[in-house]
């Protein structure tokens, strides 16, 4: 049972554009989200978190909404650049103590020059 | 370079046989946790350990288990290995018990 979703295997973007990156979760007790992202032979580097209180976090060029209603959350990247290629990790966690990350599937994100 | 080492970067051995993947955290990390990333699956929570004692337990299989050293690195013991245990370990590290976890860079685990 896969308590979060990450629907899009890939996505390709265009230099400068925004990128997209969603995830949905079904666990109502989560509440805190995180993102990661994994270039290949690497482990995954943290982006950026936000908890269930806050709808938006900003950070640089990243920027993570969410949508309690909808169990579903979004990385935005803008603007996007080739070095963001990689595969993004969507994760969440239930209330403190918050160790317990489950992860989705991934997305790869193509950035073209 | 998160600061957690990992070793060794790749292993590959035979069904049935037993293994030992280590893990160095940053420095002055007190947690660690172990995932298991199978092929096209995110990452699955194994176990976390505080400061030396068992903090949280994910699907861990019975035939693994894990420890944590006096220095704070820790072990991860895969043992009577299975085809299906080939996967990317990664491990993890944090100050406290529930803050950003930091990953190290994996030992791909190959088992024929």
């Known amino acids: 049972d896969q308590q979060v979703k990450q629907n899009s295997p890939s996505l390709s973007v265009q230099e400068g554009r925004i990128s997209i990156l969603n995830c949905d979760y079904t666990?109502?007790?989560?509440?805190?989200f995180l993102w990661y992202k994994k270039y290949p032979a690497e482990g995954p580097t943290f982006l950026i978190s936000?908890?269930?209180?806050?709808d938006k976090n900003e950070d640089g060029r990243f920027t993570v909404f969410l949508n309690k209603s909808a169990k579903h959350l979004s990385l935005h990247i803008v603007p996007s650049q080739p070095g963001d290629s990689a595969v993004y990790f969507c994760?969440?966690?239930?209330?403190?103590?918050?160790?317990?990350?489950?992860f989705g599937a991934g997305t790869i994100l193509r950035v073209k020059s | 370079d998160s600061g957690v080492t990992q070793t060794p970067k790749h292993l590959i051995t035979a069904t049935g046989q037993r293994v030992t993947l280590r893990c160095s955290p940053r420095?002055?990390?007190?947690?660690v946790y172990w995932y298991q990333q199978s092929l096209d699956q995110g990452l699955q929570f194994l176990i976390q350990?505080?400061?030396?004692?068992?903090?949280a337990k994910g699907n861990i299989l019975e035939r693994f288990s894990a420890q944590q050293f006096p220095d704070l690195h820790s072990e991860l013991n895969l043992s009577s290995l299975e085809l299906g245990d080939s996967a990317l370990y990664f491990c993890?590290?944090?100050?406290?018990?529930?803050?950003?976890?930091?990953f190290g860079p994996g030992t791909r685990l190959t088992v024929l």
């Open positions: 420095s002055g990390d007190l947690s």
């Open positions: 994760a969440a966690s239930e209330t403190a103590p918050r160790n317990k990350l489950v």
């Open positions: 936000i908890s269930s209180i806050k």
């Open positions: 666990n109502s007790m989560f509440d805190y």
């Open positions: 993890a590290s944090s100050v406290w018990v529930s803050d950003t976890q930091y």
């Open positions: 350990y505080y400061n030396g004692e068992e903090r």
